[in-house]
């Protein structure tokens, strides 16, 4: 539980160490206790962004400028994968990095089994040599390990055939526009 004056404070383990830095807390709304879900940054995070703020006032996070899920059963069918695990892109934001590396998002749309599945988008599965089994995976390597400017070498199945795609990543945008 998180009481209140707890947040900025140190979510420690049963061995003392901190593991996180506590932000929130999730209630149902209606109550006025603090009964619900804690969140906490991750201290990897921590430590990563605290000394940019302390010297800059600000943290710039890279971007790969996409949007996506997890490669799921029903995808695998949709798009007769070869791969049962990835990051699935599904749109790939205009004029942004990846658009601008030549990534891939959906074209069209396939049901399998009374599911609707987005098709004809790349399929991540590693970066930078690191195997990617969800989309999740992406999100924490380009947070926990990459910046702005940085090149980031992507493996992708792209019809079936594994490909090697180099992506600059930018300084992420605070506001996204969704293509129409």
Do not use: C, H
């Not at 996506?68 to 070869?82: C, D, F, H, Q, Y």
């Not at 990459?146 to 493996?155: E, F, K």
């Amino acid at each position: 539980p998180i009481n209140p004056g707890n947040s900025g404070g140190p979510l420690l383990n049963l061995y003392g160490e901190v593991i996180g830095v506590n932000a929130q807390i999730e209630t149902d709304g209606l109550s006025r206790s603090n009964s619900g879900i804690g969140y906490a940054i991750p201290v990897s995070i921590v430590a990563r962004v605290a000394p940019e703020l302390i010297e800059n006032g600000e943290y710039v996070w890279g971007w790969l400028g996409v949007r996506g899920g997890s490669v799921t059963p029903t995808l695998v069918k949709a798009m007769n994968l070869s791969v049962t695990k990835g990051a699935y892109i599904s749109e790939v934001i205009a004029n942004g990095p990846s658009d601008k590396a030549g990534l891939r998002g959906s074209t069209d749309q396939r049901t399998v089994e009374g599911r609707t599945a987005e098709i004809g988008g790349d399929v991540i599965i590693a970066v930078d040599g690191i195997p990617v089994n969800t989309f999740d995976d992406i999100l924490i390597y380009i947070a926990l390990n990459t910046t702005p400017g940085q090149t980031v070498d992507l493996t992708i199945l792209r019809n079936n055939q594994t490909q090697q795609i180099q992506v600059a990543l930018e300084p992420r945008p605070t506001e996204v526009m969704t293509l129409p």
